[in-house]
């Protein structure tokens, strides 16, 4: 995992006094196999997305349908 870095010429005074003349590396604040890495398809997710619509549109569709039946 890259952690960010800040180069030494983009810190201001009060922190290169503090810090040396280096840049400044973040530590990570968790353990990298606690990170999940989640496959993700952007086509197959716009498919289910409107399979998903189309759905829903028909069971609303149908329930009109038995509305106005049961009238």
Do not use: W
């Amino acid at each position: 995992m890259e952690l960010p870095k800040i180069k030494k010429e983009n810190l201001t005074p009060e922190l290169r006094e503090v810090v040396g003349d280096t840049d400044i590396e973040f530590e990570s604040v968790v353990d990298p196999s606690d990170v999940m890495n989640l496959p993700y398809d952007p086509e197959q997710y716009e498919k289910d997305r409107l399979q998903t619509a189309r759905m829903l549109v028909e069971s609303r569709q149908k329930l009109n349908d038995l509305m106005r039946k049961n009238k």
